[in-house]
C-alpha cells in the first residue's frame, strides 16, 4: 500500500529530534513578529507546547482528524499564546503570523479534498539553523542576511508535507557557540535553558 506521506512517526520524531537540535556567540538577534501584536501575560509553563492550548500533539491530531476543530483554528490560538508572552524571554526569531495562518489554511483545504495528513493539527517551531521558505534564516547571528529563504529545507518540506504549520524560527547560539543572550529557564530566570536549541526548549516548557 502506498503510503499518503513520506514521512513516518519515526521518522517524525527523529525530524523533531534533529529541528529541537544545534547550535552558541557573543550577541544575539532581536526577535521579529510580523502582521502580529504582543501584550499580555509572562512566559508560564503549561501541559503542552504547538497545538494552540492545553492540548496534547496527539489530542490535536484526533481532533482534526475527527473535525471537532480546525488547524486554522488551532494555529490561531498558538500564535495568540506567543503574542501574548510579555516575559522578555528570547524564544523566537522570526514568527510570521500571515505566512502561518496561510500555510494552516493550505492545510485545511487538503484535508477537505481528502488528503491524509499525519501531523495535520500540529504548530512547530523550527531552529534558526534550517531553511524555512519565506523566512530569513539567521543561524543566531546578526552577521547572516536577513533575506527570506527561497526554499524549504528537506527537513521542513517534510514536516509540510504531512501537514504541520511552521510558526516561526526558535532562537539558538550565535553559530551555534556560547550561551544565548538573554534567554532563561521559563521555571526560573535565575536558571538557563540549555544552550544549542535554546529557544525550542523554551517554547516547549512554556506551553507556546
Not at 513578529?33 to 499580555?40: D, K, L, M, N, Y
Not at 499564546?81 to 485545511?108: C, F, H, K, P, Q
Not at 518540506?157 to 501537514?163: P, R, S
Request: aromatic share 4%; net charge positive.
Amino acid at each position: 500500500m502506498k503510503k499518503s506521506t513520506d514521512l513516518t512517526r519515526r521518522g517524525f520524531i527523529k525530524a523533531l529530534g534533529i529541528a529541537g537540535g544545534a547550535a552558541l556567540l557573543a550577541g544575539h538577534l532581536p526577535t521579529t513578529v510580523t502582521a502580529s501584536s504582543a501584550g499580555g501575560g509572562p512566559t508560564a509553563p503549561a501541559s503542552a507546547a504547538g497545538t494552540g492550548g492545553n492540548l496534547t500533539v496527539a489530542a490535536a491530531i484526533e481532533s482534526v482528524r475527527k473535525k471537532q476543530q480546525t488547524v486554522t483554528a488551532i494555529t490561531t490560538r498558538c500564535l495568540d499564546r506567543i503574542a501574548a508572552d510579555t516575559s522578555g524571554n528570547v524564544v523566537w526569531v522570526t514568527v510570521d503570523r500571515e505566512l502561518a495562518m496561510a500555510e494552516a489554511r493550505a492545510v485545511d483545504a487538503r484535508l477537505a479534498a481528502g488528503e491524509k495528513l499525519p501531523l495535520a493539527g500540529v504548530c512547530l517551531g523550527v531552529k534558526d539553523l534550517f531553511a524555512i521558505k519565506g523566512l530569513p534564516m539567521r543561524c543566531g547571528s546578526p552577521l547572516t542576511s536577513a533575506a527570506p529563504s527561497a526554499a524549504d529545507a528537506r527537513l521542513v518540506a517534510q514536516l509540510k508535507k504531512a501537514g504541520a504549520v511552521i510558526v516561526g524560527t526558535t532562537s539558538m547560539p550565535n553559530f551555534a557557540y556560547g550561551p544565548t543572550p538573554g534567554a532563561f529557564n521559563p521555571y526560573n530566570r535565575e536558571h538557563t535553558a540549555g544552550s544549542s536549541s535554546t529557544g525550542s526548549a523554551i517554547a516547549v516548557a512554556a506551553g507556546q
